[in-house]
């Protein structure tokens, strides 16, 4: 037990100090590296390099380098219409294998400071910009046309940059890589804010709004994270749960009851973890989404979470979009878009199989598709209870194709699809109701862990 818990303090140290190591680099990368006194290689270079001496955990953080160079063959190599699917079957081979050797073959453990995490967001990120390139060269640009790339392979320097980079080597997360290479290119900010009309707006120039508010903001958040943490495991241990005295003495209301509580102080450490991860980015000068309805410069390209509609989610779906945001997006660009049959399915079984080998993973995302295919159903049954309402509903209301996500029954990623267009004469079916009653709701696009 001892050995135990030696390990896994072992690996949250390590872990905080490349992640403060890597804030305190990114802000010498925004002030000493930015686009006015270094080239794009200069960056590229120093981002690769630094993220390269995080990686390098002991020997066997030689399965990033492998998988990077093996795909990056598969890029060069292969053809456009089939690149992402090499891509993503060698990619999420590779990750399985490495699952299975990990934890049933070498025996690593699930607390041993491994290549497994990395590795993870490597593959995420492999796969994103093979479909991206696959995309850009379709005329239809299905089915992310902004996102889709015109341009030619990457560099070897921009491809692993864009893998390998110290701010999110360790935990990610996923990001676009259009975006990436405009952040090193200097032309991030600007890109976003000509995005919302920046200048139609009545302003002369483009600002150039600093970050440190933003990295500040979310200091403090994982500060209180942490200590939050590290109060709640210490006063509601995990490992009681599996005590001989607690599960032969204890109520079963009890220990299910202690079940919910720890499980629940288990959630500030990933609060802890990818906050951070979206400071540093923003340290950076990477993250920049845009503007609100206020005003205010927008820091949330990267935010991974939004831990107030997590802690105050009224449903399964709200919850599941607010929490793993990029893993969600993902998700959706490499498996719900493109699946043929049953893309509910296959995207949950993908979720699981990224996150590993171990049974509760398996049990938690079919649980998932479950929640998820009722939760439909109950909205149906329940939309058709409001046809006396139809008189009430203007047509041209209706959306005229299922791009909108129902928001009180299904995660975002998954669209309402085979919606009909409808006649002015028509009445509209329960399930064109349901998203015009909720159709002002704004959805982002998200799903699990």
């Not at 379709?138 to 889709?148: G, M, Q, R, V, Y």
Request: charged share 15%; hydrophobic share 45%.
């Amino acid at each position: 037990m001892t050995c135990f818990f030696c390990s896994a303090c072992l690996l949250q140290i390590n872990f905080v100090a490349c992640q403060l190591f890597a804030l305190l680099a990114a802000f010498w990368f925004r002030i000493y590296l930015s686009p006015s006194h270094a080239s794009s290689a200069v960056r590229h270079a120093f981002a690769t390099l630094f993220g390269i001496y995080f990686a390098v955990f002991c020997w066997y953080s030689i399965h990033l380098f492998v998988l990077v160079m093996m795909n990056y063959g598969i890029m060069n190599m292969a053809s456009i219409s089939n690149i992402h699917r090499y891509s993503f079957v060698v990619a999420m081979g590779y990750l399985t294998l490495c699952h299975i050797s990990r934890i049933y073959i070498f025996h690593y453990g699930i607390l041993t400071t491994d290549f497994s995490g990395p590795l993870m967001i490597i593959t995420q990120k492999i796969t994103t910009l093979a479909c991206q390139l696959h995309d850009g060269k379709k005329k239809n640009l299905f089915p992310h046309p902004e996102d889709s790339l015109f341009t030619p392979v990457p560099s070897l320097l921009e491809y692993l940059s864009y893998l390998l980079n110290f701010m999110s080597i360790i935990a990610g997360p996923c990001s676009n890589y259009k975006d990436y290479m405009a952040f090193i290119e200097g032309r991030h900010v600007h890109m976003k804010l000509l995005e919302v009309n920046w200048k139609q707006k009545g302003y002369d120039r483009l600002p150039d709004p600093s970050p440190t508010g933003a990295v500040m903001y979310k200091l403090c958040i994982t500060l209180v994270s942490l200590i939050l943490f590290l109060t709640l495991t210490k006063n509601f241990p995990m490992a009681y749960i599996i005590d001989n005295e607690f599960l032969d003495k204890t109520p079963f209301l009890s220990r299910l009851g202690y079940l919910y509580v720890v499980t629940q102080a288990a959630k500030p450490k990933y609060y802890f973890a990818w906050t951070l991860a979206d400071a540093v980015n923003n340290a950076a000068g990477y993250g920049f989404s845009g503007v609100d309805e206020r005003g205010t410069f927008r820091w949330d390209l990267l935010s991974n979470l939004n831990i107030w509609n997590i802690e105050t989610a009224t449903s399964f779906k709200m919850y599941l979009e607010n929490w793993n945001i990029q893993t969600a997006a993902w998700l959706k660009r490499v498996c719900y878009d493109r699946a043929r049959w049953h893309p509910t399915a296959l995207t949950f079984i993908l979720s699981a199989l990224w996150h590993g080998i171990y049974p509760g993973y398996y049990f938690t995302f079919l649980t998932g598709i479950l929640i998820t295919l009722a939760a439909r159903a109950v909205c149906t049954f329940h939309c058709s209870l409001l046809r006396p309402m139809l008189d009430t509903v203007p047509l041209s209301a209706a959306p005229s194709h299922g791009q909108a996500a129902c928001p009180c029954c299904e995660p975002s990623f998954m669209p309402l699809t085979n919606c009909r267009k409808i006649k002015s004469q028509e009445l509209p079916s329960p399930k064109i109701l349901c998203q015009t009653l909720r159709m002002r709701e704004s959805v982002p696009v998200v799903v699990t862990e």
